[in-house]
């Protein structure tokens, strides 16, 4: 059910005397909590009038009561009391190990068999096995009729989660493990009899030698040869085919590929095709089929116009082909793969947005066919305000969006005297206030009290000081809503706002520091989004005399859009003691919306 929540409801919920008889709470973790890290922080409040100790020990407090120390953690369970006066709660954190369990006796460690899903390569490729076993065994792998010898590693070495850099410790890991690893160029030593058809190679089947006794097992995963005369091609069906450099979700994203595009499938892995540009992308986001050719366009002219606020550029080709878009500071760079130019003629008039664009051909080795041509748009302006990709049959459409018509009414005029004057009249700006239900809560400060409220707060406040500067605002919801990320991009891109701001605040995993972490962070994943991101960090830094946390680049879901410059602010971190109460003051709130909406009037100031 949908709440409405006006602002002096929430100012009541935070300003509340009953803080002085909180009695104990513990926000995070819950009683029965597991975990890999070596160490966990408590967050929680209780009144101030007396002390909270955990397993004897006193702990430090902010003036209102709340609390986020920090405490090792052995492996196995670990028992923690806290205390406060008559009061007590009991966690008991369970740290478990993230390294493979290492079997006694004469065996290989459980799923450390490589693959562990169906792959499919080209002949001539390598395919590397891997498994994790005893040290001092002897390792190898047969598979079609021939053996692999295995060497052992002296020494392995892992890499934290992307999340390691949000706490600073995102070094390399070494691990006391026995990895025996090994590669074979499918093509010669697997010979393709027949190549109208796919081989077959089977699971390859592990054996391990140790002390006299041998073991063998297969790998989950089975190896198929992709037939060299006969192409299978994809064609992505969604709207924006997600493509990834590698086949999860834990490799980096590309531009995504407009619906249409075609290209040969040259290796499978589990649900994952690799293209052959090189992207990687889900099979359920395609449609796949075989032809005799696999897909190639000539490209000859070229032409483009205006449409409303944008140039959309026109790449007519024979067939939807794979791109890429790489931005920098003043230019963009379009990349149209398995592409041959036949190019003399382009049209291309003076544009209120591009100063000049250049084209050139991306050469492939000889006997090789894919080639490429790229066009690099140089603009006229400091900012680039977003882009979008779209095919129009078998022709490429590349939208570029002009800068906003920024129009400040007068100080002298009539308005202008009553109303103020209005820097930010002609820009349209999306809020995004960050989560929104009682199913998505976000971070929880030391007495519960929800990350979703304060952004709706700060969001509604953003969005007064927005329109007293004259700017058209979208908030993308207003009260509780159950939004998914995709919801919040889908009205982005619907909307193509000048600018699209998501107001959030933060939290650590397991291994963070939370009583001494805290500050304002920034985050942008698309070029044309970086000076806006650094501006206004350092602004807000400045201005409310605020720790910095970092600006980051970073693949999320809200700093995705191409549409317009996406930024993600987190204002602060809900499980900081002290932050907390800054955080939820509304004297506070009132200062930070006006900060950020002066932020956006002087950063607009240095686009022009």
């Not at 405490?71 to 190990?97: A, V």
């Not at 897909?295 to 550029?313: D, L, M």
């Not at 382009?346 to 050469?363: A, G, Q």
């Not at 699209?500 to 939290?507: E, G, K, R």
């Amino acid at each position: 059910m949908k709440r409405i929540l006006g602002l002096a409801a929430f100012g009541c919920m935070i300003v509340s005397p009953a803080w002085a008889e909180q009695p104990l709470y513990i926000a995070y973790p819950p009683a029965e909590h597991e975990t890999t890290s070596n160490r966990i922080f408590f967050i929680g409040s209780a009144s101030p009038d007396a002390e909270v100790t955990v397993n004897g020990t006193v702990i430090e407090r902010s003036p209102a009561g709340h609390f986020a120390p920090s405490f090792p953690l052995e492996m196995g369970e670990n028992i923690f009391r806290l205390r406060h006066k008559d009061e007590q709660i009991t966690l008991k954190i369970n740290r478990i190990s993230n390294l493979p369990e290492i079997p006694e006796g004469v065996a290989f460690v459980e799923d450390s068999l490589e693959p562990k899903v169906n792959l499919s390569r080209l002949p001539g490729e390598l395919v590397c096995f891997s498994a994790i076993a005893p040290p001092n065994g002897r390792v190898s792998v047969e598979l079609g009729g021939q053996t692999i010898r295995l060497s052992r590693q002296n020494q392995a070495f892992d890499l934290p989660s992307n999340f390691a850099v949000l706490t600073g410790n995102n070094e390399p890991i070494a691990l006391e493990i026995s990895k025996y690893q090994g590669c074979v160029e499918i093509g010669k030593s697997f010979p393709v009899s027949n190549p109208i058809n796919p081989v077959n190679l089977g699971q390859p089947q592990y054996k391990l030698t140790l002390k006299g006794e041998t073991v063998t097992r297969k790998a989950p995963g089975n190896i198929t040869i992709i037939s060299p005369a006969e192409f299978e091609i994809a064609e992505v069906t969604v709207d924006e085919g997600v493509a990834r450099t590698g086949p999860s979700t834990t490799y980096s994203r590309l531009t995504p590929l407009p619906k249409g595009t075609r290209a040969r499938i040259t290796g499978r892995e589990g649900d994952y095709l690799r293209l052959d540009y090189g992207g990687w992308i889900k099979a359920d986001e395609t449609r796949i089929f075989k032809e005799k050719m696999p897909p190639q366009s000539f490209i000859r002219s070229a032409s483009s116009r205006q449409v409303g606020e944008w140039t959309e550029v026109y790449f007519p080709l024979q067939i939807p082909v794979p791109v890429t878009v790489k931005q920098d500071n003043q230019s963009l760079t379009l990349t149209l793969y398995n592409t041959t130019a036949q190019t003399d003629t382009i049209r291309f008039d003076d544009s209120p947005l591009i100063e000049r664009m250049d084209w050139e051909p991306v050469l492939s080795p000889m006997g090789e066919q894919q080639q490429a041509v790229q066009y690099t748009f140089h603009f006229k302006t400091k900012q680039q305000w977003g882009y979008k990709l779209r095919y129009e049959g078998t022709t490429l459409v590349l939208s570029l969006k002009h800068p906003p018509k920024v129009e400040e009414e007068s100080q002298s005029s009539f308005f202008g005297d009553i109303l103020g004057p209005k820097p930010l009249a002609g820009m349209y700006i999306l809020i995004d206030p960050g989560h929104g239900s009682e199913n998505d809560l976000g971070a929880k400060g030391p007495t519960g009290y929800p990350e979703k409220d304060v952004n709706l707060i700060v969001s509604y406040l953003l969005q007064n000081e927005l329109i007293k500067r004259g700017a058209r605002v979208y908030m993308t919801r207003k009260s509780e809503e159950d939004l998914f990320p995709q919801d919040r991009v889908k009205m982005i891109n619907d909307e193509e706002p000048d600018l699209a701001i998501s107001v959030h605040y933060n939290a650590l995993p397991d291994n963070g520091d939370a009583i001494n972490t805290k500050g304002i962070g920034t985050f942008w994943y698309h070029p044309q989004a970086h000076s806006l991101a650094v501006f206004l960090h350092n602004y807000l830094v400045e201005t409310l005399d605020r720790p910095s946390y970092g600006v980051f680049w970073n693949n999320l879901a809200l700093t995705r859009p191409a549409v317009t410059p996406s930024v993600l602010l987190e204002l602060g971190f809900m499980i900081n003691p002290v932050e907390f109460e800054w955080i939820v003051n509304p004297q506070e709130q009132r200062k930070l919306a006006v900060a950020l909406a002066d932020g956006i009037v002087e950063w607009v100031k240095t686009t022009q």
